[in-house]
């Protein structure tokens, strides 16, 4: 398969670069399964294809009501779990709590921008709102109002909505898959919908052309060759028949080489790059 659009088909193709099946690859479908899952996660991690940002919606459950509002459903900024005590030396005793007002996110979400707010604004929603109200009266006939007029209002507008309801605070770590909203809970009904801004593994079992990436395929070649010198080392120096004797440092060192390029053109080519922090 010169195009893998499997798992196996992707390990086929490995083996195969390395000399198989004319050359034994000393290294265990074990090995190699583990192999092939750091290699997906570096690509996920690391290479701007290997994600994609897409928009959730969720539905408000009760029990994130209940979690938010905390014990009894009358805390809004849920702090209630109480977490444990710290105790330095051995008189001072520190207890301590931490907030509950998050919900559950699939594992494949690395990260979120934001959330759309769920909340209602009299400028912009609805049709007493003002922009609407802005549109029926004075744009009902063309060249009834100047663009730039227009458009400068509708600025101001944005503004103001911008000051009286600000974007909700959240919080976000992708190894918890737990996004904290920051939010008076008192204000959240059951069954609201937020929808989410986020960034999102792309599966290889969904987009089988991930497992046909350049990268992707160079890269996990690269983890094979090494782990199959590592797996030779051991013997090295052992003549085998006819003279041959197994030089398990050399495919290592080579390996680890390719590896320290392959993560440069990375680095170079593939990652996105860090964004400026200004202030």
Known sequence: MAQPASRTDLVNYCKRQLGAPVLEINVADEQIDDLVDDALQYFHERHFDGV??????????QDDIDRGRGRGGTNPIGIVTTTGTSTVGVAATFSYEETSNFIQVPPAVIGINKIFR???????????????QLFLNDIY?????????????????????FLLNTEKQIRFNQRQDRLYLDVDWGNVTKDDYIILDCWRLLDPNDFTRVYNDSFL??????????????????????????????????????????????????????ELPPLDMIG
Request: avoid cysteine; aromatic fraction near 14%; hydrophobic fraction near 35%.
């Open 217 to 270: 395929k160079r890269y996990l070649t690269a983890l094979i060759k090494r782990q199959w010198g590592q797996n030779l080392i051991k013997f090295q120096g052992v003549k085998l028949p006819g003279g041959i004797e197994l030089n398990g440092r050399q495919i290592y060192d080579d390996a680890e080489r390719e590896l320290d390029k392959i993560k440069e053109v990375m680095s170079n080519t593939y």
């Open 141 to 161: 006939f063309f060249n009834s109002m100047e663009m730039l007029s227009y458009a400068m209002t509708k600025t101001y507008l944005s503004d103001i909505d």
């Open 52 to 61: 994609v940002q897409t928009y959730l919606k969720y539905k408000i459950t």
């Open 118 to 132: 769920f909340d209602t604004s009299t400028i912009s929603n609805g049709m007493f709102s003002l922009k609407y």
